[in-house]
């Protein structure tokens, strides 16, 4: 198809707000990016949505509220940017649990859509489910595009730090996404969820800046967390609440090595991903909120293998990364192409995931 201006709209784990992006899409290459937007959280809202979190669908007052927070705060994102064809919205993650194969999103597409007056993919995850998937991570197909467009040839690895971690191995030789050995992604364990929650207890404040914090604290031996998940062979996919055991074990702790040793972990099971690569990549370009813990970088470039660069090494904006994953994947919808592959989150076949909403 002629490429389109789509809007994509991203609400992740950490809470911090809305992020929306507008991308120039036919879904299989990316042509151009245009504004974006930020619109964050207010404390209320955060702590409404904080209450939501592990709820499933159903009647609560909880739900209701944080509904309401996620319909305004996305409708506000949109209305910042110019108007884009369609609207990819993947909602709030309230719990997820690949397991036994359900995932919630809160937020209603067909509301918004109504609201916004433009079409709206929505409910990206639920279709990957059905067939056997994991429902996450979605970006990898969008990686792909990004792999292409900025003109790598070899394996290389996005890596996107936010509540939870993932990564990406990408082979740009391929003909498309869903080909055999295009793809290979998974959750990884922590990213910043772990402490965010930390220094939110201790101190009052949303994230260890620059990791300062961090720096100053001496690791602690918290390896036991979590080697069940690190042990399976991906796909494979996590809730953000499913290392917070080693908030337990960093209880006793002082603030500095407390914060040290939830690093340490987000580190040390990014670094365990390798193992599972097909061959190793000729570089890791990162986004999401934690390519700005310089603590967090200047680790995890001394145990990664290869160069360990922020995506906008490449010209890449590392904060709207994901936003803009989500109006490519729109596209991807509107035209029937694949979302999600074996590679990327476990299906038994190529599968064409999310809903659509039109005015």
Not at 26 to 37: I, L, R
Request: proline content about 7%; charged content about 20%.
């Amino acid at each position: 198809m002629t490429p389109i201006w789509a809007l994509g709209l991203m609400s992740g784990t950490s809470m911090d707000g809305v992020d929306a992006a507008l991308v120039r899409t036919d879904g299989a290459d990316v042509f151009g990016f245009g504004p974006s937007h930020f619109r964050p959280y207010t404390d209320e809202e955060r702590a409404i949505l904080s209450a939501a979190q592990g709820m499933w669908p159903g009647r609560s007052n909880a739900l209701v509220a944080a509904s309401e927070v996620i319909h305004h705060a996305h409708l506000e994102a949109i209305r910042a940017l110019p108007p884009a064809e369609v609207i990819g919205f993947h909602g709030q993650t309230l719990a997820h649990d690949p397991e036994r194969a359900r995932t919630h999103q809160l937020g209603d597409g067909a509301r918004l859509a109504a609201a916004a007056g433009v079409p709206v993919v929505w409910d990206f995850r639920s279709a990957d489910m059905r067939a056997g998937g994991q429902g996450a991570p979605l970006a990898p197909f969008y990686h792909f595009a990004l792999a292409r467009a900025v003109g790598l040839t070899a394996p290389v690895v996005f890596l996107n730090i936010g509540g939870v971690a993932n990564v990406t191995w990408v082979n740009p030789r391929c003909a498309a996404p869903e080909a055999p050995g295009a793809l290979l992604a998974f959750d990884t364990g922590p990213g910043n969820a772990l402490m965010d929650d930390f220094v939110m207890a201790r101190r009052g404040v949303r994230f260890d800046d620059k990791g300062a914090l961090a720096r100053g604290g001496r690791v602690q031996d918290v390896s036991a967390i979590g080697q069940g998940f690190l042990q399976r062979t991906p796909p494979k996919s996590l809730d953000r609440h499913d290392f917070h055991a080693a908030l337990e074990m960093v209880a006793p702790l002082s603030d500095a090595d407390g914060m040290a040793t939830l690093l340490d972990l987000t580190v040390d099971t990014i670094a365990k991903a390798q193992l599972h690569f097909p061959s190793a990549p000729v570089r890791w370009l990162v986004c999401g909120g934690g390519r700005k813990n310089a603590t967090l970088m200047d680790a995890l470039s001394a145990r990664l293998s290869q160069p360990v660069d922020p995506v906008e090494a490449v010209g890449l904006d590392g904060d709207m990364l994901e936003a803009q994953a989500f109006g490519h994947l729109a596209v991807r919808v509107l035209t029937d192409q694949p979302t999600s592959a074996p590679g990327t989150t476990g299906c038994a076949a190529p599968v064409c995931g999310g809903q659509i909403s039109r005015i």
